[in-house]
């Protein structure tokens, strides 16, 4: 029981960080926040141009630009998020008995972050609260802590299978 303390708290901690982070990242101003997603963008077209140079991403970048902002710093940011909660919310309760309950936790956990990363924007110069944004975060939470609980719960039934024979 206390290796599982030891992960939860590791996750607990790592959940605590990259929840922390976005939110913060949500606190930074409109050409701040800009000016580092049009980093990411530019890279992320340079790599598909080598690939496609004729690809309609790197002929239109401004489409491009809104398409990569809401995969990678929305979707993705909150489904690492996702994953690293879901593992949190799995090493403090027994998975295979509580499932419903971290089911419910997570979600609302999820939810809560992505409602206040959009929040912070409201208040943030330059930037605007979204509730599509908060639908994309919360997606890419639920998608991807959604796989990870289901990765986790054909692990442990396999291991109690394994256990009884």
Known sequence: MKKRNIIFTIFLLLSLAI????VF???????????????????????IGRIDPNSWMVLDRDAAHALIRKLIGHFALFGLSGIISTLMFVFINNPLKKKTQIVISNMMYGFYFAFISELVQYFTPGRYMSFIDVMIDFSGYVLFGGITFIIYLLIANHKVKNSNQ
């Not at 929840?19 to 976005?22: E, G, H, K, Q, V």
């Not at 606190?27 to 790599?47: E, I, K, M």
């Open 19 to 22: 929840n922390t982070f976005i």
């Open 25 to 47: 990242e949500g606190a930074t101003n409109g050409n701040d926040s800009s000016s580092q997603s049009f980093g990411v963008t530019n890279w992320a077209l340079d790599v």
